[in-house]
């Protein structure tokens, strides 16, 4: 089974504070993705990527930049968070594109 | 726009019964529709799936039904446990959407026992 984590677990930072989530995968696929998970919305696509150096821009990109560093590594970065940026983060990974994906165990952040 | 839309937003079962989850999407490109099962503190994980070509999936106590014309499907929990009180989202991609799913909000079953 693929194994995605996530770090740090939890996050509190201020209002225009920098914020670097990371995601690290393990089984070499292709695809990387970070989502964010909110009371009403459900998961919601930020950004993508189908490989090392790649990004695809998601659903709800605004404040929100990525990078795709290596195979098994992906960043999410928040260079000026906000309060609306407060939600919970998933990072997830799949071979191909419309493949499983595999989700890490989330990442909490809280904008104050 | 809410491409993927579920419903109920939660639902309360008891223990045995069979629950049934509704998703309806409006894109008619869609052709792959994966369900996805989140227990607190934890992230999805994939359930179970169905392709267009296909109007019923089974897999032990969850099974797909899909209604291609109706733009519709629901998955249906036979025989309900509290173990199965979870998340529920249903998704959705098709072959030239860029290699994403659109997820819905969920729905947030309850099983009594």
């Known amino acids: 089974e693929a194994a995605v984590t996530q770090s740090p677990r939890n996050k509190v930072t201020v209002t225009g504070g920098n914020v670097t989530l990371s995601c690290r995968q393990t089984?070499?696929?292709?695809?990387m993705y970070w989502y964010r998970q909110d009371t009403g919305h459900g998961l919601r696509l930020i950004h993508y990527?189908?490989?090392?150096?790649?990004?695809q821009i998601g659903d709800v990109p605004d404040g929100y930049k990525a990078t795709r560093t290596t195979q098994e590594d992906f960043f999410l970065l928040l260079e000026l968070a906000s309060p609306s940026q407060t939600s919970l983060y998933f990072c997830?990974?799949?071979?191909?594109?419309?493949?499983?994906?595999?989700f890490g165990p989330g990442t909490r952040l809280l904008v104050l | 726009q809410q491409q993927v839309r579920q419903s109920p937003q939660s639902l309360t079962v008891w223990e045995g019964e069979t629950a049934i989850l509704n998703c309806s999407y409006e894109?008619?490109?869609?052709?792959?529709f994966p369900w996805y099962q989140q227990f607190p503190g934890e992230g999805p994980a994939l359930l179970i799936a169905?392709?267009?070509?296909?109007d019923k999936k089974e897999d032990g106590g969850f099974t797909i039904f899909f209604n291609k014309r109706e733009k519709n499907l629901s998955l249906h929990i036979k025989d309900s446990q509290p173990g199965d009180s979870a998340t529920y989202f249903c998704?959705?991609?098709?072959?030239?959407?860029?290699?994403?799913?659109?997820f819905g909000k969920g729905t947030v079953l309850l099983v009594s026992p």
């Open positions: 997830a990974s799949s071979d191909r594109g419309r493949d499983t994906q595999y």
């Open positions: 089984n070499s696929h292709n695809y």
């Open positions: 990527s189908y490989g090392a150096g790649n990004l």
């Open positions: 894109n008619s490109a869609f052709d792959y």
């Open positions: 169905i392709r267009s070509v296909s």
């Open positions: 998704a959705a991609s098709h072959d030239s959407g860029y290699n994403k799913l659109t």
